[in-house]
């Protein structure tokens, strides 16, 4: 056999003199207006919410370091998930342009993430704080370590009479509130399950915006 | 382990005995005993010479002589011919069908030098085992063990021997360390563990044979790539190790000898010898001859149910063959339905809960049952009671498999086992005959040999680090001795031990976590001994596909009550198609789903006879490519003595509406129908192939603003249906046929498919779990603390959009090109067709298309009335098409 082992079956994938042409970048898809939790905000489909009136971007369990983390107890995932989420972090930044940025706690996978941070990593995270207030709550899995890079460290943030907390209260609430923590998730038909937002006029709870965060249905 | 000591001579108190493997009286002369030189190439073993090398002058040491003698048996020629192989150190391939003695031919070389050898020596505690036997199933080592024992005892051999399975306790796996059997009977998995023990080196020093069984079964799997690499390790170990194979009859032999020895160079392969036993009495197998219409499509051989049953009746025992779960389950509840003698009738599948499976077999094994509806599951093992009878529904979708499984009636090798077979439908009525004739003549389509996968070498590697620090040049050249990887090249491999320590990943990010190291001393170990631990709780190969138990439970107050019988277990993904208070067939009962409780489905019984959901699909197995080619020549020249009349009309019909393509030729016909326009094709590569090309022809026409709606793939035809005039579009003034089926189908449009195909990540899932990059689901421990596990195809997506020529999506890409999505056949096909497609413009449907068409039908139409809406529409459409 000349060709290299096991590549084969790649052949069969992509003939010979044929070149990937990069597709077309697809354009954004709209947001959705809805009133959440006290808010008139708008609700990306990247995961992500953003509040006009107080110029306010919401993300929730980024979960940076996801693949070093599981890296430091011998399951080797890919070291890109941190790359990805802050790409699209950024992306969002950019077309709203926000004040205040809230990260709704669980930052980083495990207290020690933040350390582990690439430095083109650390870059593009010092880009998104540019040109905005970041607001770190603290999650169960990072404690207050995303510090290091900056900005503020809340248990529990409130904003125009809005709580904003990592874990939600067990219970019904009166005041309205915005939290994370479950990384909620639908299965539609065929099988593909996406990130979802869930909540009412009281109470919010958001999508994981990590790329490796997935969701639990 | 108990002898029996008295169920020699008499009718056996056991199906579980040696006595009828073994001739009585004289070598009768039709067994005859020859090595085969195998045309490279050819499919069919050609007897080239026969030589009874060396005539068998051996004869047996005692007490073996007198042992055979006392019960009137003379060893048959291949035992002594094993025998030969061994005193000359020899590894050796058996190929036997079913009832030849096999395993103890296998056994006696090893018998009789440990009897030699123990009686010889002073010291009682070896150091490891002296003969290692690997079968497929656990239940095989198991009753093996139970029928050697019955020799050994009854001739009062010095000889210990035991089992090790993933059932064997802790307590009893440590005592066989300290003090080893002479014999081992184990699994590929326990091999694997063994070989990654600290003492490996010594356990095995006196490893002297392996003997795998059923190695027909193991060399196609990614099993039989992990126990090649561990025997290849075990060489090392023991270097005067010989090995023994136990083989059904394969299409390739040659293969098969050359994965039993040690590579020495890519090119040119070593072999084992080879030993073959003729067939016994040529199998009487029919197909069965009804009064009732052979219906026009449909997989469920509803009409032949009365046929069955009057079957089932009139011989002693029955095995009735089905391809799915979901037939297994429609037909067992059909004749029970119908069974107004009450015949004991089982069902067996492998989602049915283990103890019940263990409880049909033993009953089987006793005697106790007249028929049992089964699936694959019984395609291996254990030596049944006597069957007298396999009936086979459905299509055998392959000459060996069919062979393997007529094999199961009559474990007698010289009495002719009695197989019936049962098609569907009209299209199968020709596979049938297509299979019936491969039966006679003798012909195998076993699969080719795999290239070893590459996730199963990493498993591998780190299971070597685990077990001694290792030199990466050694290892190579171990590896390369195994044959699935001969052609290993150096770089590939450098690569997989890069993703074994770091995850090989460009981004050099985890080089600090690495889970192997090369110390100074040039050798590399593992840097944390938490990682051996890891490693062995993720050995193996067999990917478990997430299922939920099924549980019967009672209902009080509208509220599901708590406990209740475990039926089995379903795939996840079908659950997750259901919604509380649907209705199913599993298990022979009607079942009513009330939810989903952690990980078990709540079910009650349901007062309905009829289920709401039909079915839910099992396995299937594709079309083999040799029983294609048959049909395909069968289509082109339809043998009028051998066909059934309807069969014939419907071929006459279609020659005379439409055509019958030739041997080499692709037809594709186009027509309307209704508001819309029909594509189908009949290229006969099997039904994973056809869904890959459909997804494909359906991306194409897209992009030609051809409006496609859907597709819908069989084992012979594939329909794609849309708004356009599909007959217009290529009839030649602008495109032909031959620009939509073109061979770049397979670069662009499948490259972006792949990056959302759900099967493509289900392939990937598997790799990510045999090569360790993400631990398994082990049982009881998902329950613990919901934490969120890292989902694959998150991890694919990454991985995918970062690291394209990552080894991990190079393992993936193997795996489907032969896998779920079949590419190799595609594009093998599309390569064949490229210049001999005919395009058929017809106004109307054709004959050959109504079985495709009702498949559409079957896809729309759901619900109660379903049975009598299908033939209502398959009435209609034959009419269209007759008239």
């Known amino acids: ?217 | 382990m108990a002898a029996r000591v008295g169920d020699v001579d008499g009718a056996p108190a056991s199906p579980h005995t040696f006595h009828r493997n073994v001739q009585r009286h004289r070598p009768r002369r039709h067994v005859r005993v020859s090595i085969y030189l195998c045309a490279a190439s050819g499919a069919i073993l050609t007897p080239v010479d026969i030589d009874l090398a060396p005539p068998p002058t051996t004869t047996l040491p005692s007490p073996f002589a007198g042992w055979f003698d006392a019960r009137g048996w003379t060893p048959r020629p291949h035992q002594l011919a094993l025998l030969d192989k061994a005193e000359r150190g020899r590894s050796a391939l058996l190929i036997a069908p079913t009832g030849a003695g096999k395993t103890l031919a296998g056994f006696l070389p090893s018998l009789i030098e440990l009897a030699t050898q123990n009686r010889a020596r002073n010291a009682p505690v070896r150091e490891g085992p002296h003969t290692l036997y690997i079968s497929p199933l656990k239940a095989l080592a198991v009753d093996i063990a139970r029928n050697l024992s019955a020799p050994v005892e009854e001739m009062a051999l010095p000889i210990t021997m035991e089992t090790r399975t993933g059932d064997t306790p802790q307590n009893r796996r440590r005592r066989q360390k300290e003090n080893p059997p002479d014999i081992l009977l184990t699994t590929a998995e326990q091999v694997a563990l063994l070989v990654s023990q600290p003492d490996a080196a010594r356990f095995f020093s006196e490893l002297s044979v392996i003997i795998i069984d059923e190695l027909h079964s193991l060399v196609t799997s990614k099993r039989g790539d992990l126990l090649c690499l561990d025997i290849a390790r075990l060489r090392t170990h023991a270097p005067a190790l010989r090995t023994v194979g136990l083989s059904a009859t394969v299409a390739h032999p040659d293969d098969l000898r050359a994965w039993l020895a040690p590579q020495t160079s890519a090119d040119n392969p070593t072999h084992a010898d080879l030993v073959v036993v003729e067939g016994g009495a040529k199998p009487n197998v029919s197909i069965l001859a009804s009064d009732a219409r052979v219906p026009w499509a449909g997989h469920m051989t509803r009409w032949a149910l009365d046929d069955i049953y009057r079957l089932i009746g009139e011989h002693g025992t029955t095995l009735v063959f089905v391809n799915t779960r979901s037939q297994a389950e429609l037909l067992f509840h059909e004749l029970w339905r119908i069974n107004e003698e009450t015949h004991p009738i089982a069902l067996h599948h492998g989602s049915l809960d283990r103890g019940q499976r263990r409880k049909v077999e033993a009953a089987m094994a006793e005697n106790k049952l007249k028929a049992v509806v089964c699936t694959s599951t019984l395609d291996l093992g254990i030596d049944w009671g006597d069957v007298d009878l396999v009936i086979h529904v459905g299509a055998p979708k392959g000459a060996s498999r069919l062979a393997q499984r007529i094999g199961r009636a009559n474990h007698r090798m010289d009495e002719p086992s009695k197989a019936i077979l049962v098609p569907s439908n009209r299209f199968e009525v020709m596979e049938c005959q297509a299979a019936l004739d491969a039966s006679y003549l003798g012909h195998q389509d076993t699969p080719a040999i795999r290239e070893g996968a590459l996730d199963v070498l990493a498993q591998h590697v780190l299971g070597c680090a685990v077990a001694a620090p290792f030199d990466l040049v050694a290892l190579h050249e171990e590896i390369c001795s195994a044959y699935p990887y001969r052609t290993l090249d150096w770089e590939t491999f450098e690569r997989v031990v890069d993703f074994v320590a770091t995850g090989g990943y460009s981004l050099r990010a985890y080089d600090r976590f690495a889970k192997i190291r090369r110390r100074k001393d040039g050798l590399w170990r593992i840097s944390h001994p938490s990682y051996a631990q890891q490693y062995r709780l993720n050995i193996g190969t067999i990917v478990e596909i997430p299922t939920l138990s099924v549980r019967l439970v009672g209902k009080r107050g509208g509220r599901p009550t708590r406990g209740g019988r475990v039926l089995g277990t379903i795939e996840e993904y079908f659950l997750n198609t259901l919604t509380p208070g649907d209705t199913f067939l599993f298990s022979g009962q009607c079942l009513r789903l009330e939810g989903i409780r952690e990980n078990e489905a709540l079910v009650t019984k349901s007062p309905n006879r009829e289920p709401k959901i039909p079915y839910y699909g099992g396995s299937k197995f594709p079309l083999t490519t040799y029983l294609a080619t048959v049909v395909r020549k069968m289509l082109a020249a339809p043998d009028t003595s051998t066909l059934p009349p309807q069969v014939r009309e419907w071929l006459d019909l279609q020659a005379e509406r439409s055509r019958l393509p030739t041997e080499g030729e692709l037809l594709v016909e186009t027509f309307p129908r209704g508001k819309r326009h029909y594509l189908v094709a009949y290229p006969f590569e099997g039904r994973l192939a056809h869904q890959t090309l459909g997804m494909l022809l359906t991306r194409r026409l897209e992009r030609m603003r051809l409006k496609p709606m859907g597709y819908v793939a069989s084992d012979y035809a594939l329909a794609i249906w849309g708004l356009s005039d599909y007959g217009a579009a290529f009839d030649g003034a602008e495109r032909t046929m031959h620009d939509l089926f073109s061979e770049n189908l397979l670069g662009d449009d499948l490259d972006e498919w792949l990056a959302e195909s759900i099967l493509m990540k289900r392939t990937f899932r598997a790799c990510a779990e045999i090569a360790q990059l993400i631990e398994r689901r082990h049982p009881g421990k998902e329950k613990s603390g919901r934490q969120v596990t890292v989902s694959t195809d998150l991890i694919y997506d990454v991985l995918r959009s970062h690291e394209p020529d990552h080894i991990l999506l190079r393992a993936t890409w193997s795996d489907a090109a032969t896998g779920l999505l079949d590419i190799r056949r595609l594009s093998d096909m599309l390569a064949r067709v490229r210049t001999s497609i005919i395009h058929q413009r017809l106004s109307k449907i054709s004959p050959l298309a109504v079985p495709i068409m009702l498949e559409i039908g079957k896809e729309i139409v759901i619900g109660e009335a379903s049975d009598e809406l299908y033939a209502e529409a398959a009435d209609a459409l034959i009419a269209e098409a007759v008239s």
């Open chain 1, 1 to 217: 056999m000349s060709n290299a082992f096991g590549t084969s079956a790649m052949r069969a994938f992509t003939l010979p003199g044929q070149i990937r042409q990069p597709r077309p970048a697809r354009p954004r898809p709209p947001a959705r207006r809805a009133f959440v939790a006290g808010m008139d905000a708008l609700l990306d489909p990247s995961g992500a919410l953003y509040w006009p009136a107080e110029r306010t971007l919401v993300v929730s369990d980024l979960h940076l370091e996801t693949g070093s983390s599981y890296a430091r107890q011998g399951q080797m995932l890919p070291p890109y998930d941190s790359s990805v989420t802050l790409a699209r972090l950024a992306e969002v930044t950019r077309h709203y342009t926000p004040h205040r940025i809230i990260s709704l706690g669980d930052s980083f996978h495990d207290p020690f993430g933040a350390e582990r941070l690439l430095p083109h990593d650390v870059k593009t995270l010092r880009g998104v704080m540019e040109g905005a207030e970041m607001i770190w709550i603290t999650g169960n899995h990072d404690h207050a370590s995303a510090a290091r890079f900056g900005g503020a460290v809340f248990d529990e943030f409130c904003l125009a009479g809005v709580t904003f907390r990592h874990i939600p209260t067990e219970g019904s609430v009166f005041e309205p509130e915005v939290a994370g923590h479950l990384h909620p998730a639908a299965s539609g038909g065929s099988g593909i399950r996406r990130p979802v937002f869930i909540g009412c006029e009281v109470r919010l709870v958001m999508p994981a915006f990590g790329c490796l965060a997935g969701g639990v249905a």
